[in-house]
């Protein structure tokens, strides 16, 4: 018969000997049922130190805040401290052709009295010595340069700056004339000229298209202008010296003198002269529009002879007829300015409309 072994419970130092051997044991020995990444994702888990929850609540923020900042750079939303140096002032055809002097020291004296409020726009360029080009901000840029010019002072060394992208603005033309309109009115001059150099330079198929295009919210009325405009920087625009000065009167006058015909007798007459004022350059040019501004029908062989359609525009000095068969007339009397109006559908609804804008327009003056 076999001797009975006799067995002896632990004692409290022999289990904490155990436990310690099958700790050493199954953290050094790799489990055969994991992978070897999930056994070396097992120990980096182990060895990260456990944050608290206020720790893990900042460094969340923290991530946050860092994607944030990122997609506020990437979207043009960031303002950024540039060089002066770093940007191309002209690295864009200006629509702004005139910088009124009393303009640009007001703007001066307010930057540096209060420093530069509103920032100004640039986008990148593939050059290293001018990674920028400016966008708009085109008075606020000359403003900073002429203040480090004058005084050197280091916070004019730079110029704060959002960083776009032209194309995400609806081009960069767009984006040009979108701020001038909003910020300092352009001249109908202006508007023409830019609407023709976007044309030519391949931003639109035709003048037609970026007049539409770039001044989109404006009314048809207004749009119309800008086409007459930018007829006369088309075929004159060489030869005028003051051409930000044409009235708005006198440029639709020059315009539809240019589509009676008038541009050879324009030229001709603008080469004889080098005017000293707007006034001088009107002048001569004046009596070659009077000859354009009416012209009589053409003969024509055989055939009931056709009723010649009123010329649209200013016939004389009293006479406008509109393109909706209206025709304005203003002489005077014994009593003051009288304005005559006939054509097709002229009615007492209309003449009414006509008084009531007509008070809205000496009330408000």
């Known amino acids: 018969m076999a001797k009975r072994r006799k067995i002896a419970a632990p004692s409290a130092d022999d289990l904490t000997r155990i436990e310690d051997e099958f700790r050493r044991e199954t953290l050094n020995t790799p489990n055969p049922a994991l992978a070897p990444i999930s056994q070396v994702s097992a120990e ?11 720790t893990r609540a900042k460094q969340a923020q923290q991530e946050a805040d860092a994607t944030a900042l990122e997609d506020a750079k990437g979207q043009g939303r960031l303002i950024e401290n540039i060089p002066l140096d770093d940007i191309l ?4 055809v200006r629509d702004r052709t005139v910088i009124d002097p009393n303009d640009m020291s007001e703007l001066k004296a307010s930057i540096a009295a209060h420093g530069l409020r509103l920032p100004i726009e640039v986008f990148r360029r593939d050059d290293p010595e001018q990674p920028f080009g400016l966008l708009s901000g085109y008075r606020r840029l000359w403003a900073i340069r002429e203040l480090f010019g004058l005084t050197g002072a280091e916070k004019y060394k730079t110029i704060k700056s ?9 081009g960069g033309f767009a984006a040009m004339v979108e701020e001038n309109e909003v910020r300092a009115s352009l001249s109908h001059y202006e508007r023409g000229r830019i609407a023709v150099v976007a044309a030519q330079q391949g931003a639109f198929p035709s003048t037609e298209k970026a007049v539409s295009s ?11 202008k800008i086409r007459s405009f930018s007829l006369i920087f088309e075929e004159l625009g060489d030869l005028l010296e003051f051409p930000e000065s044409l009235k708005e009167r006198d440029g639709l006058r020059l315009s539809a003198a240019l589509r009676n015909g008038a541009e050879a007798d324009l030229r001709d007459a603008l080469a004889k002269v080098q005017p000293a004022s707007a006034e001088a350059e009107w ?10 501004e009416i012209t009589g029908a053409v003969e024509k062989k055989g055939g009931r002879p056709k009723k010649q359609a009123p010329q649209i525009g ?5 006479t406008l007829h509109l393109s909706s068969g209206v025709t304005l007339q203003y002489g005077t009397d014994a009593q003051g300015y009288v304005i005559r109006l006939k054509g097709r559908g002229v009615d007492g609804a209309l003449v009414e409309r006509a008084m009531e804008h007509l008070r809205y327009l000496f ?3």
């Open 162 to 170: 959002l960083v776009r992208d032209p194309e995400a603005l609806g």
């Open 363 to 365: 009330e408000k003056g």
């Open 44 to 54: 980096a888990a182990q060895a990260q130190p456990v944050l608290d929850a206020e």
């Open 314 to 318: 200013w016939a004389g000095q009293d």
């Open 89 to 92: 002032a002209d690295a864009m």
């Open 214 to 224: 770039l001044f989109s919210v404006a009314s048809k009325a207004k749009r119309s």
């Open 283 to 292: 002048a001569c040019m004046a009596s070659v529009i009077d000859a354009f």
